[in-house]
């Protein structure tokens, strides 16, 4: 029997100038996967409120994903496995079964024990149990998520992951750290200047962002535990861009202390700036691959914004991108295959994945202002920055660009997101 | 609105002196001082040409066509007038502050904006400026002057800003 106990896979973040928000967040889908797996949610039993709360995480998540279809369970809530009338649930069109129980233990903690069941085999997939803070309750509705997730397609779920953005309320700009379906939504700083490309370090600890409260473009590190931050890079002109190296030690930045935009390496404490690029030039948004050797980044060098590749330590630029338009924000796969980026043509702002191998543009959405795209850890969703209805918003398109979704928050814009590491 | 701008000028003057002084006693020569004030009587210095709403100087920003960053030939008048200006009033310091329409990505508009008002600052200079009276910032398409989508707004957004 699987009987797993995830506990403390939820950390407790403390974070600084934390503000409750009640987010009344509207998510629109749109499209479908090519086949959509048609799985059952019975309600969960237990503590009535807890068991609707994480019953509708877990099917939100699902749903977002575009992978799977809710089969209605009509009433029917078997309780144990023993009660499960399988055939019941081939003819309501199901082919697998959530059942459950949630509770709040003696420790205080939120725990949800389900089984997930092939309903056409007839054999149960797995039994486990899900504990977090009990002021995390959809935490443990993503995790349930992700397991079901991970049960039935193989691939790791991105459920309990976290987004960074920033909210700009009128001349007030927020860097938010969210959930990754835009609940449960931190303020981790918030002020009367731009604030501008939130970059998670890997292990999800610490945000490096742009910004302007001194009166130009600085680049700041803040620990999301304590809240304390740190000047990275100060000098004359604009400091900005970050982006981690994967091991964490190392980040690459943009300066124009020595003329145009250009990219430096620098250490997480500020020092051991150095250059690698050596253009006249705007070279920006560098992006380090997955192993660390190669840095993408845009330039305008050959007369038009294109994607660049180039060695992590310094060295020759390789052009990525050609023909119409212009390429900006590139950002690696996490499993190395690819990039997706901000296509720009027309006048429109599309979402645009290439292929290392066979160098193929594939453009994934309708356009408009869609900017800044970022991979889920697992590939298979990407989020980006667009605007509806005269606002900013967060958007994500599958990676195959089947299924789009919409996210409004309550007030503001949304902007610069970037989805977080694995917990 | 003037008597604002008057006061914050003044005060701007204030502080430049406050904070200048401990380097003037340590290294700039009491004679050059002198002979700037000399240039620039204190009836003169009264009526600022800065303040004159009639002057060129009262033109404080430079536009640019899309992705350009070079100072178009209808501005380089103005720019000459307040590099005349600040080679006669070196006690004087500008920052330029350089701005992008939305059509780009705000990282590469950060380095454009910053291309547009570096390059006021060598015009200035080229022009009598000092350097060390002049910074350089860049807002990219982060301050935008109009907000729609539209060239109307994206032609108000391409611009360095001589802020005194």
């Known amino acids: 029997m699987l009987l797993r106990t995830f506990q403390g896979m939820i950390g407790l973040l403390f974070l600084m100038q934390v503000t409750a928000a009640k987010a009344e967040l509207t998510i629109e ?58 055939g019941d649930w081939q003819i309501r069109g199901a082919e ?35 504990s977090a803070d009990a002021g995390q309750v959809r935490a443990v509705g993503h995790r349930v998520a992700d397991l079901i997730y991970e049960k039935l397609t193989g691939d790791r779920g991105v459920f309990n992951t976290r987004i960074a953005y920033v909210n700009r309320i009128g001349r007030k700009y927020n860097l938010v750290v969210a959930d990754s379906d835009g609940y449960n939504e931190q303020v981790v700083l918030s002020q009367d200047h731009p604030v501008m490309s939130p970059a998670w370090s890997p292990d999800g600890s610490h945000l490096a962002y742009v910004g302007f409260e001194t009166g130009h473009a600085v680049v700041y590190v803040q620990s999301l535990y304590t809240g304390q931050r740190k000047v990275l890079a ?17 980040l690459a930045i943009v300066l124009t202390r020595d003329g145009s935009s250009q990219i430096y390496l620098v250490r997480p404490d500020g020092s051991g700036v150095r250059r690698i690029t050596f253009s006249d030039a705007i070279d920006t948004e560098p992006d380090f691959s997955p192993d660390g050797q190669h840095l993408l980044f845009s330039s305008d060098r050959g007369g038009s914004v294109q994607i660049y590749r180039m060695p992590a330590m310094g060295g020759l630029a390789q052009r990525m991108t050609f023909g119409e338009g212009n390429n900006f924000s590139p950002r690696h796969s996490h499993d190395g295959k690819s990039f997706v980026f901000a296509h720009f043509r027309n006048g429109k702002f599309h979402i ?31 989020m980006f920055a667009s605007e509806a209805r005269g606002r900013g918003i967060l958007a994500t398109v599958s990676s195959d660009g089947r299924v789009k979704q919409r996210i409004f928050s309550q007030s503001g814009d949304a902007r610069e997101p970037v989805w977080g590491p694995y917990p | 609105m003037k008597k604002l701008v008057i006061s914050i000028v003044l005060v701007n003057l204030l ?72 080679s006669e009033n070196l006690d004087r310091s500008v920052r330029l502050e350089g701005n992008c329409d939305e059509r780009g990505s705000n990282e590469y508009n950060l380095g454009l904006g910053q291309r547009r008002a570096d390059g006021v600052k060598k015009m200035l200079i080229l022009g009598g400026a000092k350097s060390s009276q002049i910074t350089t910032v860049s807002y990219g398409e982060e301050r935008p002057r109009a907000t729609g989508h539209n060239e109307a707004s994206w032609k108000q957004n391409r611009r360095t800003d001589l802020v005194y």
């Not at chain 1, 100060?234 to 091991?247: R, V």
């Not at chain 1, 645009?352 to 970022?374: C, H, N, Y």
Request: with cysteine; aromatic share 8%; net charge negative.
């Open chain 2, 15 to 86: 502080a430049a002196c406050a904070s200048e002084k401990p380097k003037e006693t340590a290294q700039a020569p009491a004679p050059a001082a002198a002979a700037t004030e000399r240039t620039a009587p204190a009836p003169a210095a009264a009526v600022d040409e800065l303040n004159d709403a009639n002057s060129i100087l009262a033109n404080r920003s430079t536009y640019y066509p899309f992705d350009v960053s070079v100072v178009q030939e209808a501005d380089k008048p103005l720019v000459k007038a307040h590099a005349r200006y600040l």
């Open chain 1, 29 to 86: 889908i749109v499209g479908a996967g090519e086949y959509q797996f048609p799985v059952a949610i019975v309600p969960f039993s237990g503590d009535g409120k807890l068991a609707q709360v994480i019953r509708d995480v877990v099917v939100g998540d699902l749903q977002r994903s575009g992978l799977f279809r809710m089969v209605d369970p009509e009433g029917v809530s078997p309780q144990s496995v023993a009660d499960v009338a399988y």
């Open chain 1, 352 to 382: 645009a994945v290439q292929d290392f191998k066979t160098e193929q543009m594939e453009i994934l959405t309708e356009g408009g202002w869609d900017k800044k795209p970022s991979f889920a850890p697992n590939d298979k969703l990407i």
């Open chain 1, 234 to 250: 100060d000098y004359a002109g604009s400091n900005s861009a970050p982006a981690w190296s994967p091991d964490g030690r190392q």
């Open chain 1, 96 to 130: 697998a079964l959530v059942i459950g129980s949630v509770a709040f233990r003696d420790d205080g903690r939120a725990e949800a024990r389900f089984h997930l069941l092939d309903v056409v085999k007839q054999v149960k997939l797995s039994e486990q149990v899900v």
